[in-house]
């Protein structure tokens, strides 16, 4: 039995193999890779590397052994992602793994941006297989926002459409962290998650944060969903990923991204990152 980490050389899944790593034996890792020559660090660690790719399902036969606990990290292919997944969760129920857990979106079946749509699909796929399942369904991270703070210290401004809307979010490295809780330890099977930040915050909040900690005096410009999407498109934003994220920015103005269940800071034991940590170690970085 293996615990198996899909996409494992994304920016979640190398996070999630850390954590492996710091509670298991290599050996008892495995990490599912399009790109061998990638995974090559994680190989030279010890964690087996099973090629396959979500878009090629013959190539997912052999990525998964009975027993094994599975992690499948949602795909980066938005379009793509409901028959990706359900390649893997076919391959999955084939092999007769142990345990599905599945990394979805904050609100599950309730979760009504169009973001949301895939993984709502993809979590049913799994109810139907009858494979045993663990729904993270995981909030926003906040790298979403530090990762792009080229423009905001450029236009001296943080430009969304979510008005007064906050966001729980949580550092990558803490979602990371829940799912290590989950595949090695017991009683996770059948329940949803419902993960996100302990504290939610506004983007005036995380503005002032960005101000102080580049130097800069960073404002919080909230315009109308129009304006945004002609903001993001003019920046070369492609407009069907533009349309999503002004989207997103809606759920944010509804509350539906602020939830604060407790949930992901119990599995992990421990408070997760505050969004000013994770915007000081992105600007001293």
Do not use: C
Not at 138 to 164: K, M
Not at 258 to 280: E, F, K, N, Q, W
């Amino acid at each position: 039995m293996s615990i198996v980490v899909t996409g494992a050389t994304g920016k979640l899944g190398r996070f999630v193999i850390e954590g492996l790593l710091e509670k298991v034996p290599a050996e008892q890792i495995a990490a599912v890779v399009r790109d061998k020559e990638k995974a090559a660090g994680l190989a030279a660690r010890g964690v087996e590397l099973r090629v396959a790719d979500y878009n090629a399902p013959g190539t997912l036969g052999g990525a998964f052994a009975p027993g094994d606990r599975v992690l499948l990290i949602s795909g980066s292919e938005i379009g793509s992602r409901v028959p990706q997944h359900k390649a893997v969760v076919d391959a999955a129920k084939a092999a007769g793994v142990s345990l599905l857990a599945y990394t979805g979106a904050l609100g599950g079946p309730d979760a009504d941006f169009a973001l949301a749509a895939e993984h709502k699909a993809t979590e049913q796929a799994i109810l139907a297989s009858g494979l045993p399942y663990a729904f993270l369904r995981n909030g926003w991270y906040t790298e979403v926002y530090t990762e792009n703070l080229a423009p905001v210290l450029e236009h001296g401004a943080v430009v969304q459409s979510a008005g007064e809307g906050r966001v729980a979010s949580a550092a990558r490295a803490d979602y990371a962290a829940a799912a290590v809780a989950v595949l090695t330890g017991e009683g996770h099977e059948g329940k949803a998650y419902e993960l996100s930040g302990d504290t939610a915050w506004s983007f005036a909040e995380y503005a002032a944060e960005v101000s102080k900690w580049s130097g800069k005096e960073i404002a919080y410009n909230n315009v109308p969903s129009d304006v945004h999407l002609g903001i993001l498109t003019g920046a070369g934003v492609p407009e069907p990923f533009a349309e999503i994220l002004v989207d997103v920015d809606r759920a944010v103005a509804r509350g539906l991204l602020a939830r604060t269940s407790g949930d992901l800071s119990r599995l992990i034991g421990r408070p997760t990152t505050p969004m000013a940590a994770t915007v000081a170690a992105a600007l001293k970085g």
